[in-house]
């Protein structure tokens, strides 16, 4: 995959979460191991089990991202499913705190927003804590995210809580989760009332409105977290501009982009989802792109030209959505 001498030296391949787990900085989103509308299993879960197995035990990831809200339940019970009794250098994050009400909630379409609801009541994420342990048979989680800050609830409940459920030991270390996107001054809040060592918010090459809370995670020790990190698949279909810009240097749009990702900040820690072994494998190596600081600028230029989706969550008074 090298197009020319790079101008760089290559980014480090792992990362320190929390200061005490060290995880590859390639890990895998497991959220599309799910039904349509990540909405009950996954159309042929022997497939999915194959895909999370090839990838832990032969691939070299270690670290998996799931949520309560996937399935909901059943992408946390595939999981202990394909890979438990899990191999002691896999870390395995999860999250709470987000509602569902059926398939269709999830799904992009012409003039409508996503359901995004969060719900962050201290009774209800002590039990999402402890219904996740179950599914995934665990005694602690190494990662537990509150899904979306409930806008609703003090934020010294909702991290309260999951401090409380830390001191039991039941969760090691504490992050957020942004729909689309934690701010600073959300993070600074929070990190008065609990350590916080991860934020994982919507960020790609094409959409980079999330910059200053990665530098602000970067300064701080923090990982980040870029979930679309290819645009919700729009810069890497037919036709996208990450597709046509990879055509050039003989690798994939996808590995392109994640490429990108891994050189812009040393803490970013990669979770690109996919239900296909090859894409896997595609996107596991993406961290053998080389190119010259000059290609990169012509590729940078490129994307700033387009605009992929995202969702804009809409905030209502309690009893309505939000």
Request: hydrophobic content about 40%; overall charge negative.
């Amino acid at each position: 995959m090298t197009a020319s001498v790079p101008h760089r030296p290559r980014a480090a391949s792992t990362l320190s979460l929390g200061s005490d787990l060290t995880v590859n900085r390639l890990g895998y989103g497991a959220m599309h191991l799910t039904g349509p509308g990540v909405w009950g299993p996954p159309k042929d879960p022997d497939q999915a089990v194959r895909l999370l197995r090839r990838a832990v035990g032969d691939l070299g990831v270690n670290f998996i991202d799931t949520a309560d809200s996937y399935g909901p339940g059943y992408n946390e019970e595939l999981i202990r499913k394909a890979l438990h009794p899990y191999p002691d250098h896999l870390v395995i994050a999860t999250k709470g705190g987000m509602l569902r009400t059926g398939p269709d909630d999830w799904v992009r379409a012409e003039g409508r927003n996503p359901y995004i609801v969060a719900l962050g009541r201290p009774e209800y994420l002590r039990q999402q804590v402890e219904v996740s342990l179950h599914r995934l048979g665990l005694e602690r989680i190494d990662l537990y995210q509150l899904h979306r800050i409930d806008p609703l609830v003090p934020l010294e409940d909702q991290l309260g809580v999951l401090a409380e459920l830390r001191e039991q030991g039941k969760i090691r270390h504490i992050g957020l989760s942004g729909q689309p996107e934690v701010t600073i001054d959300q993070l600074e809040q929070a990190a008065e009332i609990v350590d916080i060592v991860a934020v994982e918010n919507l960020y790609n090459i094409a959409d980079r409105s999330g910059e200053s809370i990665l530098r602000y995670a970067e300064q701080r020790g923090m990982v980040f977290i870029p979930w679309f990190p290819l645009g919700h698949g729009d810069l890497v279909g037919p036709g996208g501009v990450l597709t046509k810009a990879a055509e050039r240097y003989g690798v994939t749009g996808a590995q392109l982009g994640l490429a990108w990702l891994l050189r812009h900040a040393s803490n970013t820690l990669l979770i690109p989802g996919t239900t296909s072994v090859a894409h896997l494998e595609e996107n596991l190596r993406a961290d053998e792109v080389r190119l010259t600081d000059s290609q990169w600028d012509e590729i940078e230029a490129l994307c700033a030209t387009v605009t992929p989706w995202r969702p804009k969550p809409v905030r209502k008074h309690r009893g309505g959505a939000r």
